[in-house]
């Protein structure tokens, strides 16, 4: 049995050919991302330039390539390359006076898509509905896009008479209270890159700024008081009072305003009251207090 059992395990062992199982490199477990701080993106280009936009997102102001640069650990000349495309595009606008670079009227274009999208317009109908019933006038929330703002929510009070300002309309920014509202909240930078001169005012009705010294003017006034008006601007006959709606990084978001006809007996101070608590509910519900 002996000899029998040898003679097998050398007829076997002539006919067997070693075959390795253990590839020469390790192969990746493609089912857990790797989300080491090792870990580099597939497209590096695409990777900053939205660490780049984010950052400007975040500032109070225009700032700086440099300070870009440093804060993202970016090589200042990429910083420039990206920042130069971006501008191209719209996204980012460059302050040659101030050696700065702020966020262009493209980034605004996204925030109205996403408010297009409905998150805002969900959180602030409600708010609105119940504003046009105290108020007994008709309420509407905006946000910017550009240098106009676009109309998300509209709630018109009974026997009220109709307004321009129905869900998807744009109207100038400067003319309206909700705009006057954001744009007064917005650095004096990224204001002048809105307005640089004259020809960037539209007119409606003959009144409202129609140069950038007006628009500083009527500005200051509006942060002086926290709360924006504008009187026949958009429509003869009617007036308005809008407060601003800030995100959790104080940014204007949106605005709140209440619309009614200018020869009514109504408070506007009292209007702007109302708006005022409309606004800042809506402020609690998007930063999720």
């Keep these: ?49 939205l660490r780049v936009l984010t950052f400007l997102a975040r500032q109070r102001g225009p700032v700086a390539a ?3 640069a440093t804060a993202l650990s970016i090589p200042r000349s990429s910083v420039y390359h990206l920042l130069h495309a971006m501008a191209g595009h719209g996204y980012v606008v460059h302050l040659e006076a101030e050696r ?7 980034a605004f274009e996204l925030a109205g898509g996403y408010a297009r999208q409905d998150p805002l317009a969900r959180l602030g109908r409600p708010l609105v509905a119940g504003l046009a019933d105290r108020a007994g006038e008709s309420a509407h929330l905006a946000v ?10 509209e709630e018109r009070a009974p026997r009220r008479p109709a307004l ?30 809105l307005y640089p001169d004259a020809a ?22 509006v942060r002086a008081r926290g709360v924006a008006e504008e009187d026949g601007e958009v429509t003869l006959g009617l007036r308005s009072v809008g407060v601003a709606v800030r995100d959790h990084t104080g940014w204007p978001a949106a605005a709140i305003a209440v619309t009614w006809p200018g020869d009514a007996d109504r408070d506007a ?16 519900r998007i930063s999720g207090r």
Aim: charged residues 25%; proline residues 8%; glycine residues 8%.
């Design 100 to 106: 700065r670079w702020g966020l262009g009227t493209a």
């Design 1 to 49: 049995m002996v000899r029998f059992h040898r003679r097998g395990t050398r007829r076997a062992r002539a006919a067997w050919h070693p075959v390795s199982v253990i590839p020469d490199t390790a192969i990746p477990d493609t089912s857990i991302p790797d989300t080491s701080p090792a870990a580099k993106p597939k497209v590096p280009a695409a990777d900053q330039t």
């Design 200 to 221: 960037a005012f539209a007119d409606r009705t003959g009144r409202g700024p129609r140069r950038p010294r007006e628009l500083r003017e009527l500005l200051r006034a």
């Design 164 to 193: 321009v300002t129905d869900v998807g309309v744009r109207l100038p920014a400067h003319l309206t209270a909700t705009g006057r509202a954001m744009l007064a909240l917005l650095p004096a930078g990224q204001v002048r890159a």
């Design 144 to 153: 910017m896009t550009g240098r106009d703002v676009l109309y998300i929510v």
């Design 269 to 284: 101070a009292e209007l702007a009251g109302l708006a005022g608590d409309a606004a800042r509910a809506l402020e609690r």
């Design 66 to 68: 440099q300070t870009v």
